[in-house]
């Protein structure tokens, strides 16, 4: 059996962005969720969204790699170190990972790596370079002639424009904007609504533009909207 | 003869906005739009789109709430109480209002509430309550375990995070943004490109970060673009 | 043989961007990408893409108008001149152009003019004028009655609200936005997230609002993420 036709999928983690996943790949896909798995620490009374879930420590015991696949955890936790650790983890027990790449997202190059997620209405042009274990949320633009970086989290509404790379372990938080050309290092931070114009070390936290609090009541506007 | 069984509406407002609905009820939907209705003031000459026009004082004369359901009106005009009042009076005079989800938005919850209007590529995730009269434009994007209160306008490419909040009779202006796990309290206006950081409590007024123009011609920028 | 009969297409440029749209043709489309025309002083070694590179100043001769449309160059170079003169001086050559419109973009109006590009996810809302030689990216936002000018070339997501003008040969960049029933004159540059909420006069340059690079590294907001 080869690793791809495993379509029964563990996710690990029983956070909230698990039971998206969850919903996505029982809705879109031809993966079954057949359990979760956590840390010990972690562990909920009985089962989750009514199936087992395992402790990470002894994930192969109840789930064994040559029956099922992983996925996740779908978090930018850590700033994506979690879901680095548990990826190199579970390769190194033996586990192969499944990808998903949503119906109605758009993926136009074929340079994608290892375990990656697209959901719907993200844009992934040509030339370009997704790496291992990354993840792209909702209606993300990912431009012609990009690299972007194992590991990295990229939220909704994010765009970056064409010839730009990412690095690794970076997390752009929703509607985080990258102009074209530029370079970003690894580990990066760029939070919502962050709108970069150059090259980024790494490391660098960016957050974008405040908005104005007005010193009155909406119910002034109500007339001028 | 059940509400829901009723496939012939009557749009609240002739303006700008129930000529696009009616367009994509008429593309996209198995709802035929009958008539119009507005306040007598405004009443048009003839009729509206090639369809009757009652003025909303007679409008159950007009159009009877066993034969038609009602839509609209389709703005946040007066801070949604406009339209929440109709709602209101509407139901006080028995009508049903209909529903419209595109089937290009992706509606991954159950929780929706009554009269609810989701147009094309929007996204609302998992475990995500949606009120009564909510109104959400294009392209926006409401993540997994939020709440949106009742008669809230969202315009196009809104992006709410996971885990918020937002009040009854809000306005999120185009682009708006709004992190995870923030509190939005009663008719707050956010508007264009604002991003929502923090918690806001009822009645704010949040403008987007102004853009800067630059004290040169475009001829300046040819080469650099 | 009429013109728009003519599938084969002949894309002017040998950047980046015409890979893109020969991608784009290539699967979304029926028309045929047969070959590409260039300055002179640009011209490759051989073949681009495996097709034919005809210098401009040859084209008649290599693709005869009566055999091909011509498309692009689908970029913003020099704010939009040099693709406003292509497209002028194929006209006088006798050339059509085609247009392409993704069938995951939503145009709600007829109203478009010659040689548009409008890429998947954009929605174009009803009682709206496209001019000529217009190019709409990915997951572009224009509403109801609008105008956009001839030679206008919108990045992605971008958002223009109901109401407003943009004039001729503008270049809005991506997740720019523009408020509802504003003016934008010719030959404006909208860069990347600018956000406008007023009129604009011709040849304006609008920058968008500055991220803030934090003094510290990403290492210290890994628990608050």
Not at 53 to 68: G, L, S
Not at 90 to 100: D, H, I, V, W
Not at 109 to 138: A, E, Y
Not at 171 to 193: E, M, W
Request: charge should be negative; glycine fraction near 12%; hydrophobic fraction near 40%.
């Amino acid at each position: 059996m080869t690793d791809k036709a495993i379509r029964d999928v563990v996710l690990i983690s029983t956070g909230m962005a698990s039971e998206v996943i969850a919903a996505y790949l029982d809705r879109f896909s031809d993966l079954n969720v057949v359990g979760f798995t956590v840390d010990r620490a972690y562990m909920p009374e009985g089962e989750y969204l009514g199936k087992p879930v395992a402790p990470w420590d002894e994930v192969r015991t109840a789930f064994p790699p040559d029956q099922v696949r992983l996925m996740g955890p779908p978090t930018f936790a850590r700033l994506n170190t979690f879901r680095r650790d548990r990826y190199r983890e579970g390769k190194a027990m033996g586990y192969g990972f499944a990808s998903f790449i949503h119906h109605a997202a758009n993926v136009m190059t074929d340079d994608i790596g290892d375990h990656v997620i697209v959901l719907d209405g993200s844009v992934i042009l040509p030339r370009t370079r997704i790496g291992n274990n990354v993840i792209i949320w909702c209606d993300t633009h990912v431009g012609h002639h990009c690299t972007i970086g194992d590991h990295t989290f990229m939220s909704s509404q994010v765009g970056i424009a064409g010839g730009s790379t990412v690095g690794e372990e970076c997390f752009l938080g929703g509607q985080a904007g990258v102009t074209h050309g530029v370079k970003i290092g690894d580990r990066c931070a760029i939070l919502n609504g962050a709108n970069v114009v150059g090259d980024l070390g790494d490391d660098a936290v960016l957050v974008g533009p405040p908005a104005t609090l007005k010193p009155y009541s909406s119910a002034r506007v109500k007339r001028l909207l």
